[in-house]
């Protein structure tokens, strides 16, 4: 009876071990993952940052032949009826 019990918590134990190892295995793999999804972020991050640049979207819009007005008016708008701000 000994034996038997001694040799189903050596297996028990064998096999915790066992999965413990398979756990380790793909904590390292997310780990990996993940830090190679957190640079594609930040170099889209920095792609984006770029492409909005305003000195960017400036060269872009005078490469297609737009330019600033020469003249801007501003119209005022009339407060709404029955108040308000």
């Given at each position: 009876m000994v034996?038997?019990?001694a040799?189903?918590?050596?297996?028990?134990?064998?096999?915790?071990?066992?999965?413990f190892v398979q756990s380790s295995f793909s904590v390292d793999?997310?780990?990996t993952s993940l830090s190679t999804l957190q640079q594609q972020n930040t170099d889209l991050r920095e792609q984006v940052a770029q492409a909005s640049s305003p000195q960017r979207v400036m060269a872009w819009?005078?490469?297609r032949g737009m330019r600033m007005p020469d003249h801007v008016i501003t119209l005022p708008l009339r407060s709404?009826?029955?108040?308000?701000a």
């Open positions: 034996a038997v019990l040799a189903v918590l050596i297996i028990g134990i064998a096999s915790l071990s066992a999965l793999g997310l780990q819009a005078r490469a709404a009826p029955g108040g308000g």
